[in-house]
């Protein structure tokens, strides 16, 4: 269908999937300038009768209706056209360039809580939008989860809804009213499992993807309590009993007790970050009466120092306010002593003692934010900035303060106003700049955050994080080169960054400078000997290069270090099967289905271990495995193929070849195999009919005279 044009405009450039609803396809439309790209979505129709076809017309018209509708978010694809040609049925989509929140969040493991709020308050976003169109999105999975390149925003993709058409254009006319099962094993709830979707069924989902997110767990790896289905995943995460209590609720295995829709969810995840993240407002300064005399000075004295200030009245009272700012000066320089020697509670303990002293010092509440900033107290780090701005507006150091804490607590539009005041007024300030950058970064947009990052650098270069941020922001541009700069930049500044060799080293595997790649993390193993990411890198670098003895001790300590990453297991036994270790190779690909059971190329390449050490029986289980796993898997019919050979079943083998065939037409050692089977069949059949040929009589004996 490559190159192909549908509905006069759309010419197709490539397949992007396929299933039993149908194809997707990249098309360019070239009605457009600059032939813009878009989606086509072709939906099967299962029978091609007048009848099932008007069914089927009324439907598509119905549901196409209601994702033109939908695609008025600016976080759903829009619906461009559809259209009915040759008795198929198209769908024309906005192409959204992105990522898949799943490869996002195989990359990263475990995220923290912060990250999730934030990702949950996104989707539930989108979903109330959805549901208050009365509409049910059906199939709400990481890889339906885009995060869009232009501004990092996450989009949401590919309704069921599109689904539900091709459903219910099977079978009879006046059978449209059935309702089929779709959605995603992992993210789909018993209700809907049954084909009885509801708004909660969506809330479902969100609640498993945020719960797969805390854990680092695949959804359909996390057990369930035995008596009430309940999903078991608490003990695998670090969550707050607040937070841990609203993604119970989303998950409920009766619908009933879920939020009913998105907007009822929505509701209640902004009343817990109000109760958790509630700020002091700013507000105009307070002046405050004179503070009046405890001490017990000498009278004496007193009135000796007011004669000689020339009053008893006005002067008295300046005296002794210049005695407490003394004394909160104090103070404040020993809160700072502490604050650079690290100290952070005791600097907090002599900020306090100070602003009892003069409660509008707008430095000690500045130098009291910075500490509690440090101490990771954000709340109460952003009232103090707060609380110094209000004494003193145009402080730029309590702004840039108030901007890195706003940062933290993920409120990034106000952190990034916060950043852009204070280089409004100073465009000198490196600071500003660099929390400007890190905002950018948070949003994904890695240009204008390397800009922002630039212009820090100009005013400070020595920055070891400013440099290692830019060089992050340039590898997820996958400009490999310019990041590695960056990165050895950063490691000039600060040699033992385990971190920055990480990422270096990533950056190098990139560009196939496996060797120095492997120099990097060791570096990380040097500095951290239990940076199990690393281990694992170290060893994927080796086997690029056919080291297989040193990647295997590579992988032995990322099992080690981590026993549930079914990535390093898995790539232990293909080292070890390299190396033709078969046994234990599949001991390791045995660990990797317990921890994913439908882990299809586990089965796979156990399948072709047997059947180097001859154990075709076995070897053909394997291989029946990985075909009920991943049934267009075309390599594992052939190797089924292979076995049955080995064990002279060549009818099934020829079966196992066509299969393979059937799934890559282009497989031409299945073809092979299938010619070599069906001419030893031949053969077998031959000498079958040969025998079953009653035995010839001996030919007359001629007689002289006869005839």
Known sequence: MTGSQLGGRYRIIKQLGEGGFGATFLAADSHLPGNHNCLVKQLKPAATD??????????????????????????????????????????????????????????????????????????????????????????????????????????????????????????????????????????????????????????????????????????????????????????????????????????????????????????????????????????????????????????????????????????????????NSASANELYDRALTLYNLNRYEEALGFYDKALSIVPEYAEVWQGKGKVLLDLQRYDEALAAYDRAIQIQPDS??????????????????????????????????????????????????????????????????????MWYNRGWALQNLQEWKQAINSYDKSLELKFDNATTWYHRGNCLMQINKNQEAVA??????????????????????????????????????ATQLKPNHPASWYNLAWSLQQLRRYEQAIDAYNTVLELQPSQYLAWYNIGNSLYNLQRYQEAIHAYDEAVYSQQNHAESWYSRGNALFALTRYAEAISSYEKAIRYQPDYDEAKAGKKRAEKKQAEIEELLRKKQQPPQPPPKKMVNGDG
Request: aromatic share 10%.
């Open 396 to 465: 730029l150091d309590a702004w840039t303060g108030r901007g890195f804490a706003l940062d933290a607590l993920q409120r990034w539009e106000e952190a990034l106003a916060a950043f852009d005041r204070v280089i409004t007024a100073n465009p000198d300030t490196a600071i500003a700049w660099e929390g400007k950058g890190n905002v950018l970064l948070h949003w994904l947009l890695y240009e204008q955050a390397i800009s922002a990052y630039d212009q820090a650098l100009k005013l400070q270069p020595d920055s070891a994080t």
């Open 520 to 557: 990097s993390y060791d570096k990380v193993v040097r500095f951290q000997p239990k940076h199990h990411p690393a281990w694992f890198s170290r060893g994927i670098a080796q086997m690029k290069m056919n080291r297989y003895e040193d990647a295997i001790t590579s992988f032995q300590q």
């Open 50 to 323: 007048p009848a099932t076809l008007d069914i089927a017309r009324r439907l598509f018209d119905t549901e196409a209706k209601v994702l033109h509708e939908l695609g008025s978010h600016p976080q759903i694809p829009q619906l461009l056209a559809y259209f009915e040609e040759n008795q198929q049925f198209y769908l024309v989509e906005e192409f959204i360039p992105g990522r898949e929140l799943s490869e996002e969040m195989a990359e990263r493991g475990q995220w923290g809580e912060t990250e999730v709020i934030s990702l949950v308050a996104g989707l539930l976003d989108i979903l109330a939008f959805v549901h208050g169109k009365n509409a049910i999105h059906r199939d709400v999975n990481p890889r339906n989860i885009i995060r869009r390149h232009s501004d990092g925003k996450l989009v949401l993709i590919d309704f069921g809804a599109v689904k539900q058409i091709t459903t219910q254009m099977v079978g009879a006319p006046g059978a449209s009213g059935f309702t089929v099962c779709i959605g995603t094993p992992g993210y789909m709830p018993c209700e809907q499992a049954l084909g009885k979707p509801k708004f909660s069924s969506d809330i479902y989902a969100v609640g498993m993807i945020a719960i797969e997110a805390l854990t680092g767990v695949q959804s359909l790896q996390l057990p369930k309590d035995g008596e009430t289905e309940e999903i078991i995943w608490r003990d695998k995460a670090n969550v707050s009993p607040e937070f841990g209590n609203f993604l119970d609720k989303m998950v409920r295995y009766d619908f009933r007790e879920r939020y009913a829709a998105a907007a009822e969810a929505k509701a209640a995840l902004e009343m817990l970050q109000q109760a958790t993240l509630a700020t002091v407002p700013i507000m105009q300064p307070v002046i405050n009466p004179p503070v009046k005399a405890t001490g017990k000075k000498p009278l004496k004295l007193l009135a000796l120092l007011l004669v000689l200030l020339g009053s008893a009245g006005g002067g008295g009272v300046y005296l002794l306010n210049a005695f």
